[in-house]
C-alpha cells in the first residue's frame, strides 16, 4: 500500500503479510480522498477509523494533516502495526485493541469523520450495528460524516442518516450524516 498525498506523499508502506486484512486499494481510496478533499479541511477533522487492519485510511488522513486519529482494531497484530508505523513517521495516531461494537457503546467522544471498513463478509446485521450505534450514541458532531466501505452486494441504502453511495471496483463507499436522506 502507499499514501497518495500529504506530507508522506509516494510513501509505501509493508504490512506483515499474517494480518487479517484486506486494505482499501489505492484506486478507491484515491476516489474516497478526493471526495473528502472537496468537503473538509483534514487539520480540523477528529477521526473515527473502525476495523482498521492495516492503517491504510489512517495513514492516508494523518498524511493530509489531520492531527487525531483513533483506530480501533480487535487484532493485536494489526494494532501493534499501526502504533509502530504512526511512531515511525510521526503521525500521532491513537491505535487500540478492541471490538469495534464495544468501542461504539462506550465512547463518549463524538467524531467528524467515522470511516468503517469492516470485513465484506459480515452479516448484514452486523453492519446495521454500525450505523444504529453510532447514531444511538450520538458519536457524529453535527456535519459529521460516517463512511462505511462494503462489497458490491451488499447494500445499507435502507439505513438511517444514509445519503449516497460510491462503488469503485468491487468496492462500495455508503456515506450517511446525521441529516441524511440526501439533504
Known sequence: MRIISG?????????????????????AKEALFNILNNQYYFADLKILDLFSGTGNIAFEFASRGA?????????????????????????????????????????????DLIFADPPYD????????ISNLVFQNNLLKKEGSLIIE???????????????????????FSFFSITGNGD
Open 7 to 27: 506530507s508522506h506523499k509516494g510513501r509505501r508502506i509493508f504490512a506483515p503479510k499474517n494480518l487479517p486484512v484486506r486494505p482499501t486499494t489505492d484506486m
Open 67 to 111: 492531527k487525531e486519529i483513533t483506530c480501533v482494531d480487535s487484532h493485536q497484530g494489526c494494532v501493534q502495526f499501526i502504533s509502530k508505523t504512526s511512531e515511525e513517521l510521526d503521525l500521532g495516531i491513537l491505535a487500540m485493541r478492541n471490538d469495534v461494537f464495544t468501542y461504539l457503546g462506550r465512547t463518549k467522544d463524538q467524531f
Open 122 to 129: 459480515m452479516s448484514l446485521e452486523d453492519f446495521e450495528k
Open 150 to 172: 462494503h462489497s458490491k452486494q451488499m447494500d445499507l441504502s435502507h439505513l438511517s442518516g444514509f445519503k449516497e453511495q460510491r462503488k469503485y471496483g468491487g468496492s462500495v
